[in-house]
């Protein structure tokens, strides 16, 4: 590993609401229980800042969310000695951000016009005009393109001169028309109550399922549609995300104010979310352009570093594709997303030859990893291509699926991008033991472990709140917040107890440092790791078949100074 970063400290991952009801019930449980001990850092998601949609990641602006955190919270955090980790939301703002709402309010005559990404503007050229509106690009401009989502990915926006402009939006997003009263109908189309009753009950059926006013039905009353949609279009308004147009310079001074903002707030690391997005040009695949998006990575690295942050980039792709060897070439740390389907595969199939294999390769190319078993998104499987067959693939996510894990997919297209929405341990058939020696495999290699909070407590798939959720709630299936009865109760069991202690060695035993010398050895279904750093050394030797295993920890002299058996 790069002498860069000594730190190699387990990370504690959760919503500033996970834990409790805010930050300051995650404190009290840091100092009241053994788990002082057991992390270095914690990296908290962006729900922490003042956010709307999908958990906090449709950012409006980085203040501290009040019901969550407050400054005195993160300083606190700090003086327990725990590190800091962020979200920086490259690609995009949310509409409810200062920037979008002044050009929604001002039009062609706002600061913000070019800060966001006219469609119509960027495509010039590339396509023909629609009678919707917004340009569609000729298909060998867009047939290599990577969509998030049915359709082009773009929002119809109302501007003051009653024009509507499509701006790109690869997310999220949703137009929200007021509901109609009989009244208001009555003064905008001088006519009789009981027509404006009937026709404010037809409209408002349909109101909450269009995006646009062209397909709404007027069935009897079709001589009102123009007034009507004038009307509903002059009012309506959004939510979503939309993507900022880094071709302008305002984007760069609000990215520089965010990264000086984040700093403030004590982190050390900066997580750069959807990054691989921001990047966008015709006829390319607008996730991951090349060379653009490491230009682009570069720059804000320069950012971070003149801010002394370290960044960690997120990108999910195949093994295949060598962007993790490409990120670690330029000594970037990177997630290791391929160690959750590889420990589930070392432990459905007994043998951790692959597992050793990869270790061996983080090793070699002198990789800078943070690894996890679950976390906010989903458990990434496709990213194994390359590493695993498709056939081992398929049948790891068929048995995630069938223990109750949802699959996460494309628009139905399940072979482009596709992660299982499980709790890990509910993925492993609600094994303590193998959770155990999942946990003991995450620490042992190489790489910085990061604990998604859920797993620490052994939480199950949470299918009630799936069903709260609604359509797209599949990611809620590992995000039960937990209060703080719940997690006094789980402190209690042997598997969250067991989890801590290793935790605790982990975090604390010498022997583990970025210069650790660290050696894996396997016979299949045995499998041994040593780390050994200025004669300290720690030892895991796991027994595949059963799930048994022993950590032993060594002083200098060679005595056993921690055991630990399961």
Excluded at 13 to 31: A, C, Q, T, V
Excluded at 345 to 356: I, R
Excluded at 480 to 506: G, Y
């Amino acid at each position: 590993m790069n002498e860069r970063t000594s730190d190699i400290k387990p990370i504690f991952n959760l919503y500033p609401d996970s834990i409790g009801n805010n930050l300051k019930d995650y404190i009290s449980l840091l100092e009241d229980t053994e788990l002082k001990n057991a992390f270095g850092s914690t990296y908290i998601l962006p729900s922490i800042f003042n956010s709307d949609l999908d958990r906090g990641f449709s950012v409006i602006d980085y203040e501290l969310n009040h019901l969550f955190a407050n400054i005195e919270d993160l300083k606190k955090l700090n003086r327990l000695g725990i590190n800091l980790m962020f979200d920086f939301v490259l690609n995009h703002l949310s509409v409810l951000s200062e920037q979008f709402q002044d050009l929604l309010e001002k039009g062609e005559k706002s600061l913000y016009k070019n800060f966001f990404i006219n469609w119509n503007d960027f495509w010039q050229g590339c396509g023909n005009m629609t009678s919707e509106g917004y340009i569609r690009p000729e298909d060998k401009y867009i047939k290599d393109m990577f969509f998030r989502k049915e359709g082009l990915p773009l929002l119809m926006v109302g501007m003051p001169d009653g024009r509507d402009v499509p701006y790109w939006n690869t997310f999220y997003k949703k137009v929200i028309f007021n509901k109609l009263t009989p009244q208001r109908l009555m003064k905008i189309l001088k006519c009789q109550y009981l027509t404006a009753e009937k026709l404010a009950t037809l409209i408002n059926a349909q109101l909450d399922d269009i995006e646009n006013t062209d397909s709404i039905d007027f069935g009897q009353f079709s001589e009102y549609r123009n007034e009507v949609c004038t009307y509903l279009n002059r009012k309506k308004q959004y939510l979503g995300q939309m993507d900022l147009n880094i071709n302008s310079q305002m984007v760069w001074k609000f990215y520089e104010e965010t990264i000086k903002k984040l700093r403030s707030y004590g982190a050390g690391i900066i997580r750069l979310d959807a990054f691989a997005y921001a990047p966008k040009s015709p006829g390319k695949r607008n996730f991951l352009n090349e060379p653009d998006t490491w230009e682009f990575l570069d720059r804000i690295n320069k950012l971070a570093e003149k801010n002394s942050l370290e960044v960690l980039p997120e990108i999910h792709a195949g093994y295949e594709e060598k962007t993790n060897a490409y990120l670690a070439e330029k000594g970037y740390l990177t997630y290791d997303f391929f160690l959750p389907g590889l420990i589930l595969n070392a432990l459905e199939e007994q043998d951790g030859t692959l597992l050793k294999n990869w270790a061996d390769e983080i090793i070699c190319k002198k990789m800078r990893v943070v690894n996890m078993l679950g976390c906010h998104d989903g458990i990434p499987l496709l990213d194994l291509k390359g590493l695993l067959s498709d056939e081992q693939i398929k049948k790891l996510m068929d048995k995630v699926v069938e223990r109750g894990g949802y699959i996460k997919n494309l628009h139905g297209q399940k072979n482009i991008y596709y992660q299982v929405n499980a709790a890990y341990y509910s993925a492993l058939g609600e094994k303590e033991e193998k959770l155990l020696a999942a946990r003991a495999l995450q620490l042992f290699m190489p790489g910085i472990p990061q604990i998604w909070y859920l797993d620490l407590f052994a939480g199950k798939n949470d299918y009630r709140a799936v069903k709260r959720a609604g359509e797209g709630g599949h990611k809620e299936i590992n995000r039960t917040n937990l209060s703080l009865n719940e997690i006094k109760e789980a402190l209690k069991r042997d598997v969250t107890r067991k989890q801590i202690e290793m935790l605790c060695f982990r975090n604390r035993f010498p022997a583990f440092h970025s210069l650790s010398n660290i050696q894996i050895f396997t016979s299949k279904s045995k499998i041994d790791f040593i780390w050994d750093y200025h004669n300290y050394r720690a030892e895991l030797n796991m027994n595949l078949e059963d799930y048994s295993f022993v950590i032993k920890g060594m002083d200098r002299q060679g005595e056993i100074c921690f055991l630990f058996k399961v």
